[in-house]
């Protein structure tokens, strides 16, 4: 199947789950993650219809980046095919050695966990460029091996960031283990759900927090009668993951 045929089997998805949950379909966004995959996936995404894409691993996501940008800025590269705009979201770890680069190229990052992290995407977002849309991760459910603040701290680091200049706190994202049947799951994202509500009544932000990125290709329908209003689908898009190449050694 073409990567389109794709697209709308996962549209299909999204929109009979919000219908069974009492949703508009229009209320859930989806964000393509292009991991692994090459500038060529993307812009056949893209050419579908897809303008919201996610990676990962920045520099990679980075190299995309500037792919598309000289795709979409050159005609004879584009074959006369028209050239949608893109955004970008950095959905993975950011270290303090790589915000510059995420500050400079992507349009949301939603792994923030840390105020130093945030403090330093502030201070090195170009002033050209539109306000940086943030996301806080938050480790719902206490995994182990997941990334994210504890949810007691949301609350704390919610209002440091939005008073921030050069970004704009736009809600909360997580990933939560795998759980073992539906009620499992959805009681889990209705936990994120729970928090992301206390946050915006606690009154400390200057606006409302608009965004709760929850599920992916495996839990979706779970994140979305939860209350999601963002789903973050790579294989049911792109097929399975590829094999990232390690570098070669030095010589």
């Given at each position: ?18 219908l069974?949950?009492?949703?508009q ?137 939005a ?37 915006n009544?606690a009154?400390?932000?200057?606006a ?6 929850l ?22 898009i ?14």
């Open positions: 199947m073409t990567i389109l045929a794709h697209l709308r089997l996962v549209h299909d998805r999204i929109e009979a789950t919000c069974s949950a009492g949703r379909p229009g209320s859930v966004r989806l964000l393509a993650v292009s991991k692994t995959f090459g500038p060529e996936a993307v812009i056949e995404a893209a050419l579908a219809g897809q303008s919201a894409f996610g990676e990962n691993y920045i520099a990679e996501g980075v190299e995309k980046i500037l792919a598309l940008r000289r795709w979409r800025a050159d005609p004879a590269l584009r074959a006369d095919k028209p050239a949608p705009a893109l955004q970008w979201h950095c959905i993975g770890p950011v270290q303090s050695n790589k915000t510059r680069l995420v500050a400079e190229h992507f349009d949301w990052v939603q792994s923030v966990d840390r105020l130093k992290i945030a403090q330093r995407l502030s201070e090195q977002r170009p002033p050209e460029l539109p306000p940086l849309q943030v996301c806080l991760q938050v480790n719902i459910d206490g995994g182990a091996n997941k990334s994210g603040l504890a949810p007691g701290d949301a609350l704390a680091l919610a209002a440091e960031v008073r921030l200049p050069r970004m704009a706190l736009r809600g909360l994202m997580a990933i939560p283990e795998p759980a073992i049947d539906f009620v499992a799951a959805c009681a889990v994202h209705a936990c994120a759900k729970e928090l992301f509500d206390q946050i009544a009154g400390v932000l200057p409302p927090m608009d965004t709760l990125s599920g992916m290709t495996g839990d979706l329908e779970a994140a979305i009668h939860a209350g999601s209003t963002m789903v973050r689908v790579g294989t049911a792109f097929g399975g993951r590829q094999v990232r190449q390690a570098a070669a050694p030095a010589a």
